[in-house]
């Protein structure tokens, strides 16, 4: 189903639920790589981003999954034009590592702790990703399990 989106830039275009990509790269060229320019915060980029998707799929009674879909849109391009943005070398860098996240968290599961232990060592070490991390922490746990059941 085609639909016209009205972006809070301004900007309105056709959306087509099975080809969302297009939606995708004005979002990461007109907002995210605009505001992260303007205020050298990743952080708080991703998140404008991720309140302008929450906002379309509201307002226009979207798929809740584009939101991810959206996040790893910004993923495939965090090696192209956006790590030529100062300092987000560092994020890409940290996605890249995140089997050092899963085998930390499998040392946790291991170590023989109980549950309640396990939880709070768990949310220390995730409390300094971002909502963005956490949400390729999760893909990468989902991969690691999922691989094993095969």
Not at 52 to 61: A, D, G
């Amino acid at each position: 189903m085609v639909q016209k989106l009205k972006m809070s830039t301004g900007l309105e275009l056709e959306f087509d639920e099975e080809a969302p990509k297009t939606l995708f790269e004005i979002i990461i060229s007109d907002i995210l790589i605009p505001k992260y320019k303007e205020n050298a915060d990743w952080n708080l980029s991703l998140n404008i981003i991720i309140q302008e998707m929450n906002r379309l799929i509201k307002e226009y009674k979207l798929a809740p999954e584009l939101k991810l879909k959206l996040l790893n849109r910004v993923e495939e391009h965090l090696d192209k034009d956006i790590e030529e943005l100062t300092g987000v070398a560092k994020i890409e860098i940290l996605f890249l590592n995140m089997d050092d996240y899963v085998e930390d968290i499998k040392k946790l599961i291991s170590a023989g702790l109980d549950k309640e232990e396990i939880r709070h060592q768990m949310a220390l070490l995730i409390q300094p990703l971002t909502l963005f991390e956490i949400g390729e922490l999760f893909i990468q746990l989902g991969k690691e399990a999922f691989l094993k059941c095969d």
